[in-house]
């Protein structure tokens, strides 16, 4: 039901949790229906997908507190001033994504991590959505190559930097364009940013379980202990 797998980013390791919220849902349907009530609405989904994507995202996090031989009954979760949760005892630092019907969780022992993952050939960046989460350079680097790879470049960059402004626990209260990469990353590559003072390694579009999914991951370095 729930796999995991891990990545290492400049020899830090990230653990990765994940799976299919619908498999997810077949088999814990009890469990679902028991904390369905404690959900909050959000207006631009449907609530019984963001029922499930939260729930899922809680139940992964439970998992992974377990692994650690921690209690997942009294960890608890609050959130930062932008909205990014965290354990109150900080116990590790983990971040969730989730797209379609999977959903994951990154966890670090000591460094903040954010995580993006979005599936491949289901999002189509046109070009006015892409100026607004690149720079000039990033946007140069975009259109100079091959036309058939600009859909699978553009997803690649905004993933990257989704994961970096989420490592930083700010998400994209920032401005994306302030956030330069300079080229579009490569696949299964690391990039160093530097941002608002603070240094970001993002994994871009990393080797993992689901290669149809495009997943990337960012550490913010500046927190290390």
Sequence with gaps: MIE???ILICEQRVDLFFCSISDFHRDSKEEIH???DTLRGNPHKPRNMLSLQTITGKLLLDYALRKRGLNSATSQVTTGRYG???????????????????????V??????GVDVMKRNNV?????????????????????GALEDQ????????TA???AVKAIGKGFHVNPCELEFGRCPKQNSISRVEFEEKTIIVASDVNWPYPEYLLSCALDLT???
Excluded: M, Q
Aim: charged share 35%; with cysteine.
């Design 4 to 6: 995991n797998s891990e």
């Design 34 to 36: 028991k904390n369905n």
């Design 84 to 106: 990014k949760p965290e354990l109150v005892k900080k116990d590790f630092e983990f971040n969730i994504s989730h797209d379609n019907d999977l959903i994951v969780l990154a």
């Design 108 to 113: 670090h022992e000591t460094i903040p991590v």
């Design 124 to 144: 189509d960046f046109d070009g006015d959505v892409v100026r607004v989460f690149s720079t000039e350079n990033e946007w140069n680097s975009l259109y100079k």
């Design 151 to 158: 859909p699978e470049n553009s997803l690649r960059l905004f």
């Design 161 to 163: 930097k989704e994961a």
């Design 223 to 225: 927190c290390e202990k």
